[in-house]
């Protein structure tokens, strides 16, 4: 395959070949006999970029389930609307956010009068909780015996689920979905790779993921972060990501299992990858770091809440971060209202890290957060709320540095991945050069994607393949 008239990221102008999953030759290329000819016209040819932290299991199921929650849905009637499905089976739901019932968790009786006649399961937008009827607490207490996590008030059940997945999946019998779909709406964005951050990951799990890929139903590359089961007979088809550690700040670990969990990674040569949303949750992990050691590769997730102090021991240790820059254009507004005012500047930085030395890259956190990555590169140079306001314009990043996010390889963020000869052939092509890109970055602009050397993505309305004439391909 040749790629011809191309504005290659890094380099100029000019001609990239393929042969088989590597970029063969870059320059002046003059095509084959019968070679596949893709004409650039111009356009900017990027690395396949790359989701540094998302939760595919989680986002391909979400596809199949209501969304509750804000901006679709935003009050008490348009939330018994959107759970209106006709059926008899499990509805599942997601997205739901207590604004939209005034600041209330629903209950299992609440959720009766909206689903008398179904079982429901709604997932919290942050993903820790989930919210049953009455129909859905018999259904799964005739299964299992209730977990530890599933509230009880006044010698009765409510329907709230926390911190329960692992017991909610063993009970409904569930397996992995199918990724087909979700993989194919990545590939539209671009994406050539993924990190795949669920705690619970493990040997079944990545086994799973190795299936999917080899049945060419997952197209990116993917890189399994997880639990320390997870090393476990770890298959081909698949790259062993960092120990995760999910921390919550109202159930922090003991502090010395959470260094023998960390030392038992270290063991098995992985680095750790640390949930941090809060700043209790920032503390407690570099207070771990620091009285046991950081090591190549470990990194923060999210890094929410970060004062100038906590910046500058995260440098000390040399720690990665991936970052979300679309939480601010997706929930800024609601930040400005529920977070103190005095720690308004130190959301979700930016600039401050990558002053500090600190390597960074992007992850979505979809289904949590938006899996277009154009939207989060735009949020990282605008910091705009979906108000208006701007949180930390000081924090804002340049385009380029935004996209560099995406680029960032997802075993070394100090490293961006090229487009260079013996590379592995994953690619994005845009319909326009980067003088254009830079300012809008937009989805749509995505023509055509390569990942191994294989299209995985080709823009219908303007088909770049070229079919050469018998006479121009014997020349």
Known sequence: MLIRKAEIWGLSH????????????????????????????????????????????????????????????????????????????????????????????????????????????????????????????????????????????????????????????????????????????????????????????????????????????????????????????????????????????????????????????????????VHCVTEVELVFTLALLEADGSAPGDRIEHVSVASPDLVARMHGLRLSACVQPHFIAERGDRYLADVDPRHHVDLYRLRSLKAAGMPLAGGSDAPYGSADPWKSIAAAISRRTPGGAVIGPNEALTPEDALALYLADPADFSRQRRIAIGATADLCLLDRPWAEVRARFDKNDVRLVIAGGKLIHQRIDKPPFERLLRAEASA
């Open 14 to 273: 000019g001609d990239v070949r393929i042969e088989g999953q590597r970029i063969a030759s870059i320059g002046n290329l003059s095509p084959r006999p019968r070679e596949q000819v893709i004409d650039a016209r111009g356009g900017l040819l990027l690395p396949g970029l790359h989701d540094h932290h998302i939760h595919l299991a989680a986002l391909a199921a979400q596809q199949a389930s209501v969304s509750c929650g804000p901006p679709s849905v935003l009050s008490p009637a348009q939330l018994a609307q959107a759970l209106e499905i006709p059926g008899t089976g499990w509805l599942r739901a997601v997205d739901f956010h207590e604004s939209v019932l005034g600041g209330t968790l629903p209950d299992a009786r609440m959720l009766d009068r909206m689903v008398p006649d179904r079982p429901v399961r709604m997932q919290h937008r942050t993903g820790r909780m989930w919210l049953l009827n009455s129909r859905a607490l018999e259904a799964l207490l005739a299964l299992a015996d209730p977990p530890p996590g599933l509230e009880r008030e006044a010698g009765r059940f409510t329907g709230r689920l926390f911190d329960e997945d692992a017991w909610l999946s063993r009970t409904l019998g569930g397996t992995l979905p199918d990724f087909a779909e979700t993989s194919s709406q990545l590939a539209r964005f671009g994406i050539t790779g993924v990190t795949d951050m669920s705690p619970r990951n493990d040997a079944v799990v990545a086994q799973n993921f190795a299936q999917q890929r080899a049945e060419a139903r997952l197209l990116q590359a993917p890189t399994l972060a997880g639990s320390l089961a997870l090393s476990e007979k770890f298959p081909p088809h698949c790259t062993l990501g960092p120990l995760k550690l999910h921390l919550h700040e109202n159930a922090l670990p003991d502090f010395d299992a959470a260094l023998s969990l960390i030392r038992a990674g270290r063991a098995q040569g992985r680095a750790l990858a």
